[in-house]
Each structure stands twice: as structure tokens, then as C-alpha cells.
């Protein structure tokens, strides 16, 4: 179990991870989601001892990585693939960390068959594709056989099937037992592979939630209507206890919009018992890149406005179940 | 010790210190042949070991720079970070690491100095080469230890600097130029330059040898062991900012 408390990095006057605390919970795939320079790869240095918080504090199993033994047999991780010496083979990279660690040499041939990759081995990790490279990280990762893993955005970049591949490893990997932290920036990326999801922007905490929970929120449907005998359905919909809100940006006049778990079919049938003409009657359905955008667009740290503020008109359901630290509230 | 092997496994996996090793030592062995091989004829019985040992600075320096490019190269690809990563206690993995390099760099030392003084031999079969007093074993054989020592000053200036090119022009000007133009300064210039550590290194190794047609002998501020122990004072020091540095500094 990974474990923060008030972490936080400061840069000069920048803070990267302002007092965030979280708890990956073993045996899933949390998703550690948040717009670019929203300080993931910062908190995910800071977990591998590699930056030192400014104040805070993260533990692995309660230890700092740093009094961690052989941590490769513990903790592994992928934060860059690009980190490989480029004149130096695939298997001398892995046989150098498997000695740093004692580990076997037959680590070295596990991890490279397991990320299929024993056939270029021995080639120099300089000309390998991007997708190959992501491999050769993920062999690094795993060389310890360790509980806990860690990904820093590993389908960026990647061509479809590399994506697909990298998925599927990971629910593999999680199916296994083990504790797998993944960051994105893409929440449709997330829904796919994480149980949990810690989201994050601008170095705040913005929600740790079940990936159910956020998407049920994030998706909430609204149900657009249009009808000529407006006030007549808008206290008919009222009378039912629905949530309406006026929708009149468009030129074909003014439409209702019903938010809440309502059908189409039982506003058209309501309509009809009550002879009300409609228009239109269409099912809206927000997606979940405006969900997250409008979640963490706030905390982007660099933006266009107007286009943002068109997304952030977008209306949610408030949301069930989850704990929500919204906007600037802080934790505790 | 884990460390010492994996530093192994880094040095020669990849090709440029096999390259720098072979540049150093036929860099010594050839600038010896053309030393002593060119000689006019008339000269040539007078040639000594000291004249032998002409291209040793330039061989150091190429070790130097390989031992830096073993840090800042890490630095450059982001491996720095994996090493870390392998093993958080960062002292451990750079003293490693400035282990092997400076083993190597003294091997090569040895077998440059050894090699040119052998060429210088074939090449000049009349001079008197023979090493006898042990003013002549501590110059040839003694290259080693002032190539390993230069290779630990190396390492900690490619961990203070993190960045190639940056440390490899201080590692080349600071011996070169800037321990030769101290000397311009008036009053204190002398005694600067006695002190300064390559300088020291240098007094280590030419100490009672026979000039004979290589010029002058300079002056020396220490006795020859003092001189290299100050010279190994100075690779320690280095050292001990640079690990403490790389362990405060975010990787």
C-alpha cells in the first residue's frame, strides 16, 4: 500500500503538489488522473525517493523509499522509457538493474519474455520504437517480481495496439494481486483500466473515488425537450419532483432540461397523459472528457479560456456516494 | 559488492570507454615512438624515461573525460534516476561507480606508461631507458595511481556539473591553461600554481628524474608522496561535495 500524507513540492514560487494525500489500495489499478503539469510525475518521483518533499510525507508499506531494501523486489516502475542508455542492449540495461538488486540472472530472460522482446535483446536500445521502449520499461518494472507498480503515462504515444497491449498487461498484472498506481491524462483511458482513481489538478487532491462512482457522475444523463406549451410541461415536470433547467442559447426557442436518472419514455409518456405536444425529446449524454474537464478545469494550470468556459457550462448531476473536495476546500 | 558489478556492467556495455582506453593508451605509446623516433641521431643516446612519458597528460586526460561521461552520460539519458531507483542509497552507487572508473583509468595508466616506455626502447635502442632508481619505478609505475586519482576528480565534477560538455571543458582548461596562467599573476602566482593539485601531480611523478633534453625541472612545494597525497586531498574533497550534492538534489 502506498500511502501520502500532505505531500507537497515546491519549485521557487511554483507548488507542483500542494498537500496531497491518498492511499493506493493493494491488489487494483488505480488510476492517478489529472491534466498535464497537474504534478503526477512529481508525486510519483517523490513515492520513488527520488524528488524530496518540500514537506509531507509517502510510504510504501510504511517505509520511505529510501530505507527500502533491494527495492526492485518491493516497488517497480516506469516513469520514463526514454531512460535507457541508447548505445547499450535491452538485456545489458536489465542485467545491470538485476545486479544492483542480487536478483538472478534468469530475471533478466523472464522479464524480457514476459514484454516479448527476447528476440532484440541484444540490440542497442537507442533504435527501438517508442512502443518497444515502453516494453523494455515495463521489463524493468516487473525484473523484481514486486507487489507494488508504478506507470507513469505508459500509453502516451502509442499506437492502437500498443494501448491495447499495454491495457490488458496491466489488468494482468492487477489479476495477479498487484498494486498497480497508473497516470493519465485521459479519463476515458482510466475507465477502461482502473478500479480506483485519484484525481488531481494542480497539485491538489480533486477526488479519490471508485472509477464507477466518477464515471455514474461524470456520464449523468439529461433528458432535452421541446414543446410549445412550455410553462404547462415545466410545472407538469416540477409536480413530478424532476430537476429543470432552461435551455434558450438556441434559435429554435426555448427547451427544458431534465436532469436526474429520467428516461425519454416517461417524459413522452408523461407529455402524452397530459396531452402536451412535443418537439423534441432527445437524450443528452455529457462525455467524459467534459466531465473531467469541467472537474479539473479550475485547476489547469495552462488554458484557453473561452474554450473552457464554454465546457465548464455544462451541467452535472451532483454526485452519489463520492467524497468530493471541491474546488479549492482543503482536506482536513 | 552488488555496486561494483553493476558499474561494471554499465562501463562496458556501451562502446565510448572501450574507445577512450584504446585512444589513451596508444595516444601515450604513440606520441613516444615520435618522441624518441624523431630524436636527431647525435640526441638520441641522451633521451631518458622522462622523455618516454611525454604524452601521459593528454592519455590522462582522455581517461578523464571517459570518467566523466560515466556520470553526466547518466545524467543525459534519465539512467541516473533508474540507478537510484535500484538502489536509493545514491553515496553507494557513485562511490561504485568511481571505483571501477578509476581502477580502469589505472590499469590504463600502467599499461600507457609501461607501453611507452617500451616503444621508446625500440625506438632508440641507444639510449640508457633502464628503470633503476626508484625515483624512475615511481614515474612509470606511478601513472597509474595519478590516473586513477585524476579519474575520481573527474566523477565529481560530472556529478557537480551533470551536463558533458560543461564538465569535460573544465576538466580539460583546469589542468591545461587555468593551473599554467595562475602563474602570470604577480607576487603570489608561483606559490598558487606549487599548489595547485595537478601541478602536485605532476611534481609526484617528475621529482628527481633526468630531464635531459626535456627541459627544466620545475618547483615543487612537497616531497613526492606528500605531493600525491595532496593530489588525492583534492580528489577527496571533490568527492565528498559531490556525494553530498547528488544525495541532497531531487534526481
Known amino acids: 500500500m502506498i500511502e501520502a500524507q500532505g505531500l507537497t513540492k515546491r519549485y ?32 510519483m518521483r517523490m513515492i520513488l525517493g527520488l524528488d524530496t518533499p518540500t514537506s509531507g510525507d509517502v510510504r510504501i508499506d510504511g517505509q520511505h523509499y529510501r530505507d527500502l531494501h533491494k527495492p526492485l523486489t518491493k516497488i517497480g516502475a516506469l516513469l520514463d522509457a526514454k531512460w535507457v542508455h541508447p548505445n547499450r542492449s535491452a538485456r545489458a540495461h536489465l542485467a545491470w538493474m538485476a545486479a544492483s538488486n542480487k536478483l538472478p540472472k534468469s530475471s533478466v530472460d523472464k522479464a524480457l519474455e514476459m514484454v516479448g522482446l527476447t528476440s532484440v535483446a541484444h540490440k542497442r536500445a537507442g533504435a527501438y520504437s517508442l512502443g518497444m521502449s515502453q516494453r523494455l520499461g515495463i521489463a524493468g518494472a516487473l525484473l523484481g517480481d514486486p507487489e507494488v507498480l508504478l506507470f507513469d503515462e505508459p500509453v502516451n504515444g502509442l499506437d492502437p495496439e500498443g494501448i491495447v497491449w499495454i491495457r490488458t498487461f496491466m489488468q494482468k498484472l492487477a489479476s495477479e494481486g498487484r498494486t498497480v498506481l497508473v497516470s493519465s491524462h485521459l479519463l476515458s483511458e482510466m475507465s477502461l483500466t482502473a478500479e480506483e482513481l485519484i484525481v488531481i489538478g494542480r497539485g491538489k487532491l480533486i477526488a479519490q473515488s471508485s472509477t464507477r462512482d466518477f464515471v455514474d457522475r461524470a456520464s449523468g444523463t439529461t433528458v432535452k425537450v421541446r414543446t410549445p406549451q412550455f410553462d404547462q410541461l415545466q410545472n407538469l415536470l416540477r409536480q413530478q419532483q424532476l430537476i429543470t433547467r432552461i435551455d434558450d442559447a438556441e434559435d429554435q426557442g426555448k427547451a427544458l432540461l431534465v436532469e436526474g436518472n429520467v428516461t425519454t419514455d416517461q417524459i413522452g409518456e408523461l407529455a402524452a397523459a397530459h396531452a402536451i405536444v412535443l418537439h423534441e425529446l432527445t437524450l443528452q449524454r455529457g462525455s467524459l472528457e467534459q466531465a473531467f474537464m469541467q472537474m479539473t478545469g479550475d485547476s489547469v494550470q495552462y488554458h484557453a479560456h473561452d474554450e473552457l468556459a464554454h465546457v465548464a457550462d455544462v451541467q452535472l448531476p451532483p454526485p452519489a456516494g463520492t467524497e468530493v473536495a471541491a474546488g479549492p476546500k482543503e482536506e482536513n | 559488492m552488488s555496486v561494483i558489478t553493476v558499474e561494471r556492467i554499465k562501463l562496458f556495455s556501451t562502446r565510448s570507454p572501450w574507445w577512450c582506453m584504446v585512444i589513451s593508451a596508444v595516444l601515450s605509446i604513440g606520441l613516444a615512438a615520435l618522441f624518441l623516433g624523431f630524436l636527431p641521431s647525435d640526441e638520441k643516446p641522451r633521451a631518458t624515461i622522462l622523455m618516454t612519458q611525454g604524452g601521459a597528460q593528454l592519455s590522462q586526460m582522455v581517461m578523464m573525460v571517459m570518467a566523466a561521461l560515466a556520470v553526466t552520460t547518466e545524467y543525459r539519458f534519465g539512467t541516473i534516476r533508474t540507478s537510484f531507483q535500484a538502489v536509493p542509497q545514491r553515496a553507494t552507487v557513485l562511490l561504485g561507480k568511481t571505483a571501477v572508473v578509476a581502477a580502469v583509468a589505472g590499469v590504463v595508466g600502467v599499461v600507457a606508461s609501461f607501453g611507452a616506455w617500451a616503444i621508446g626502447n625500440v625506438v632508440d635502442g641507444s639510449a640508457d631507458l633502464a628503470i633503476n632508481t626508484a625515483a624512475e619505478w615511481r614515474l612509470v609505475a606511478g601513472q597509474g595511481l595519478v590516473f586513477a586519482l585524476s579519474a575520481v576528480i573527474a566523477v565529481a565534477v560530472g556529478i557537480l556539473i551533470r551536463q558533458s560538455a560543461g564538465a569535460i571543458a573544465i576538466l580539460i582548461l583546469w589542468p591545461l591553461l587555468l593551473e599554467n596562467l595562475v602563474q602570470l599573476i604577480p607576487k ?57 550534492t547528488a544525495s541532497k538534489r531531487d534526481a
Do not use: C, H, R
Open chain 2, 188 to 244: 603570489v602566482g608561483d606559490d598558487i600554481s606549487q599548489w595547485s593539485p595537478f601541478k602536485n601531480a605532476d611534481s609526484f611523478l617528475n621529482q628527481g628524474q633526468a630531464f635531459g633534453l626535456a627541459g627544466e625541472p620545475g618547483q615543487y612545494a612537497l616531497s613526492p608522496w606528500w605531493a600525491l597525497l595532496y593530489f588525492a586531498g583534492w580528489a577527496a574533497a571533490l568527492m565528498t561535495i559531490a556525494l553530498f
Open chain 1, 12 to 43: 521557487g514560487a511554483t507548488v507542483a503538489v500542494d498537500n496531497l494525500s491518498f492511499e493506493v489500495k493493494p491488489g487494483k489499478v488505480t488510476g492517478f488522473l489529472g491534466p498535464n503539469g497537474a504534478g503526477k510525475s512529481t508525486t
